[in-house]
């Protein structure tokens, strides 16, 4: 998938054996969400162009303000931000998966 993917109003994307989304807000904005739509965290156009001459993106995880990652690979921040979101999920709920 490519940064230009990303200009659609929704792009699937498939992780983990799930089904997440990741949908355009405004320009620039996008906020990924789990199957049944809760936000798990919000990807931004850090520059229309780094120096690799691809755009840059950042992840923000719920309740921050900030960047906590960033670079030009979209996917490996949207899956950073599904990561965190999954991780808190199991250490919440205790649940390791099955055996």
């Known amino acids: 998938m490519?940064?230009?993917?990303?200009?659609?109003?929704?792009?699937?994307y498939p992780y983990r054996g799930r089904i997440f989304h990741v949908e355009k807000?405004?320009?620039?904005?996008w906020v990924v969400l789990d199957e049944s739509h809760a936000e798990l965290g919000t990807l931004i156009r850090v520059a229309v162009e780094?120096?690799?001459?691809?755009?840059?993106?950042?992840?923000?995880?719920?309740g921050y303000t900030e960047t906590l990652h960033e670079g030009?690979?979209?996917?490996?921040?949207?899956?950073?931000?599904?990561?965190?979101?999954?991780?808190?999920?199991?250490a919440a709920?205790?649940?390791?998966?099955e055996a």
């Open 50 to 62: 780094g120096e690799e001459h691809e755009p840059v993106f950042g992840a923000v995880p719920p």
């Open 72 to 90: 030009s690979d979209w996917k490996m921040l949207v899956a950073s931000l599904i990561n965190e979101s999954l991780d808190a999920e199991t």
């Open 2 to 12: 490519s940064a230009s993917e990303l200009e659609m109003s929704s792009v699937r």
């Open 25 to 29: 807000k405004t320009a620039g904005v």
């Open 93 to 97: 709920t205790g649940n390791q998966g």
